[in-house]
């Protein structure tokens, strides 16, 4: 019976609309205009007046949803946004007047206009919402109005404004483009940039280091250094901080840290202060091993000089540290089976299970990049030039990309196959001519070219490092979670809301960090 009324409900309005609009008259069941008369049934008269009862009864609305309310919510505040922004309008129009004045006119509507504008402008301020627009702000609206009234009447020469109004718009467009351009330039040279706060934490470690008596200097565990029956991280850092919360947030997230040796690989200028942080800082049974590349001949002599040769002008991409990941069989030649890391990640789970994975006779176990529409995605003309004749005849561009930031590594596999070599090969030629984009990430792609075995997405997620759209479920999933781009969780510009994940693992209450004012 209900359904059988709904199509009455709507003739039913239809009709009311009809008989308002053509003055129609409803008179205990008759239909009557002023051509002709339709005289209902009786059941028709019922069944209207049922209707009736139907639609003058309250609707039934179920109670809104979290996500629906706050959606209510938003849609209300634009909804009482319109006088800001008609404010802003008016605004806009009035210095546009004032700019199709002839320069130097100082005539009462220019006056006028400039002190209405004036007036407007310091009673509105700074305010975005309409609910926090002062009355005075609304009151000097209507003068405004009136003055730009009063300016349309002296202004129109309709082709010569709209004239003027192109130039204002692609002033504006070259001024937006400028600070836009100078705002990257500002980032990426702030995330090349050490904070003062760690400045000073490594020079206060650095001398602390040489103060010490070289036997103390001694890490504790050596004896774990080359076993190969433990599980073996390694991170290749110049960073204190970055390197500690790697090491920190790896052992604590293992359920057998007794098994953990944990490897940081640095450099000479960085090595008394990462060593030194981690003499103050062992509270664990992991054994943790400070390397320094400099003092291992392991690298060509001339190594420095060729990372200079790439076309990029950023540090990080030509560092010794970046590219001594490709030497890692050589670095730790009694090992077997690594985890490499990048120094911008933190470790979420216990890792135990990547030394259970079949390799499958690949080199490189990694979380691949390569799926249109993921925020990681890339592909491997992105950074490779498929332009090139050699590049082209032993590449394919569309094979899959991964990423470094975690990554399993057989060391055997890897010597047996002289990858070492390979990464030499290629390098070289790649100092001749342009055939990738600086950075060890494309030469990686090359030299482990089919070498890679697909690992399962929520082992490493990436993106903290830039406005990736990374959800939250995601984050909270993953086992290792990467700051991959310039904004470092260590740097003022990093992204707040993905600090905290980082910020957990680093000891803010040490003196050292406080003395040199370092803070979440």
């Known amino acids: ?67 629906e309310k706050k ?31 002839p320069s130097g006119s100082n005539s009462q509507i220019v006056k006028e206009l400039r002190t209405r504008l004036r007036e407007l402008e310091r009673a509105v301020g700074d305010v975005t919402k309409d609910k926090d627009l002062s009355k005075g702000a609304l009151r000097r609206l209507k003068p405004l109005e009136a003055s730009l009234y009063k300016a349309s009447r002296v202004f129109n020469n309709c082709p010569a404004i709209a004239n003027k109004l192109r130039a204002m718009n692609y002033n504006t467009e070259e001024l937006v483009q400028a600070q836009k ?23 206060r470690l650095t001398s602390e280091y040489f103060a010490l008596d070289p036997e103390k200097r001694q890490m504790p565990n050596q004896e774990k250094y ?16 970055a390197s500690a919360v790697v090491a920190n947030s790896t052992i604590s997230s293992s359920k057998e840290p007794e098994k953990i040796v944990f490897h940081v690989v640095t450099d000479s200028l960085n090595y008394p202060a990462i060593s030194m942080w981690f003499l103050l800082n062992i509270q664990s049974v992991a054994a943790i091993q400070i390397k320094n590349i400099d003092d291992m001949d392991v690298l060509p002599s001339d190594y420095d000089q060729l990372l200079m040769k790439q ?53 490189v176990g990694a979380v691949e990049t390569c799926k249109e529409g993921e925020p990681s995605f890339h592909s491997m003309s992105t950074f490779i030039n498929f332009s090139d ?9 569309k094979a899959c990309t991964w990423a470094f930031g975690m990554n399993l590594v057989d060391l055997e596999e890897w010597r047996r196959r002289k990858l070492t070599s390979t990464y030499i090969k290629y390098f070289n030629l790649g ?11 494309p030469i990686g792609w090359l030299t482990f070219y089919r070498q890679t075995l697909a690992l399962d997405k929520r ?51 040490h003196s050292y960090l406080q003395q040199c004012n370092i803070h979440a």
Not at 226 to 241: A, E, T
Not at 392 to 397: A, D, L, T, Y
Not at 497 to 509: A, D, E, F, S
């Open 1 to 67: 019976m209900g359904r059988s009324l709904i199509p009455l409900l709507v003739m039913m309005r239809k009709i009311k609309l009809l008989m308002v609009g053509n003055n129609l008259k409803y008179r205990e069941g008759k239909v009557i205009d002023s051509q002709q008369t339709t005289t209902l049934s009786s059941d028709s008269k019922d069944q209207i007046l049922r209707v009736n009862q139907l639609a003058n009864k309250t609707e039934f609305k179920p109670p809104l949803s979290k996500g």
């Open 226 to 241: 080359n076993d190969p029956r433990l599980n073996h991280y390694v991170v290749f850092s110049d960073n204190v901080l």
């Open 311 to 363: 076309s990029s002008n950023d540090p990080r991409f030509i560092s010794t540290l970046n590219h001594a990941r490709f030497y890692l069989p050589d670095i730790f030649p009694g090992l077997n089976k690594m985890v490499l890391f990048d120094h911008d990640v933190v470790v979420q789970r216990d890792l135990s299970r990547l030394w259970s994975i079949d390799m499958k006779g690949k080199v």
């Open 459 to 509: 082992w490493h997620v990436m993106g903290l490092g830039r406005e990736a759209g990374i959800k939250t479920v995601d984050i909270e999933q993953a086992a290792v979670i990467h700051y991959d781009g310039i904004m470092k969780p260590w740097l003022d510009i990093g992204i707040d809301k993905y600090k905290r994940y980082w910020n957990m693992h680093v000891p803010y209450y």
């Open 71 to 101: 959606t209510k919510v938003h849609q209300s505040d634009r909804a009482t946004d319109t006088k800001i922004k008609e404010i802003r309008d008016k605004i806009i129009q009035a210095k546009a007047y004032l700019n199709f004045a």
């Open 181 to 203: 351009n100078q705002a990257s330039y500002l980032m990426h040279l702030a995330a090349r940039t050490t904070p003062k706060g760690q400045h000073c934490l490594s020079m």
């Open 431 to 441: 100092t001749k001519r342009p055939l990738w984009k600086a950075g060890s990430l």
């Open 389 to 397: 004749a050699w590049v082209s005849g032993k590449f394919s561009p």
